[in-house]
């Protein structure tokens, strides 16, 4: 049984991972930082706080954190004013599995990041409850984010579908109890662990289906 779907916002329903690497590179670059090959990847799933943290001092930039925060945000809110990269049918699909279930949103995203998104793709009315990782102890691989969307809607973690992207998406869903569906960023493939924690593996968010995930409510009942 199945009572809700989750889903991740970045990389998912929108394609800004992208837009994110591109405009934090750019930020570091610009501040006196050095952008390592894997920095993307660790900073996909983490809480704006701790992606500042990690800005300011793994990486060397001449800002305090709460600059970094700031500044980038807000550089980021710009991108999104001019255009939100939708991705391909996630629109469709998202309206389509919330006429069978409440709907969560779990994201990194800064809440000022999540309403330009889902108000730019009219996906707002879709979901009950919205959470940012702002306002959870602590971000993606940790599982906070999940188990608060998933009181708010008034469900069992255990009995909901997550709906992911990344690898520390999917540790922090599986962590949560959450049966999760893997949909990988062709340029941001899934880490061999993370990949094993997921029940389902897309190639694209346009094959999530409501058997898909009716498939996943059979399977934990067995």
Partial sequence: MVDAVLFDLDGVIVDSEPVWEEVRGAYVAEHGGVWQPDTQRRLMGM?????AEYLSGELGVDRSAEQV????????ARRYAQHVPLIDGADAVVRRIAARWPLG?????????IAAALDATGLAGAFGATLSTEETARGKPAPDVWLAVAQRLGVDPARCVAVEDSSNGVRSAAAAGCRVVAVPHGSYPLDPDAEALAAVLLPSIGALTPEVVESLGRRSAE
Avoid: D, K, N
């Fill in 47 to 51: 809480s704006t706080a701790e992606w």
């Fill in 69 to 76: 925060a700031t500044e980038v945000v807000t550089e980021m």
């Fill in 105 to 113: 949103l779990a994201s990194s995203s800064p809440t000022r990041l």
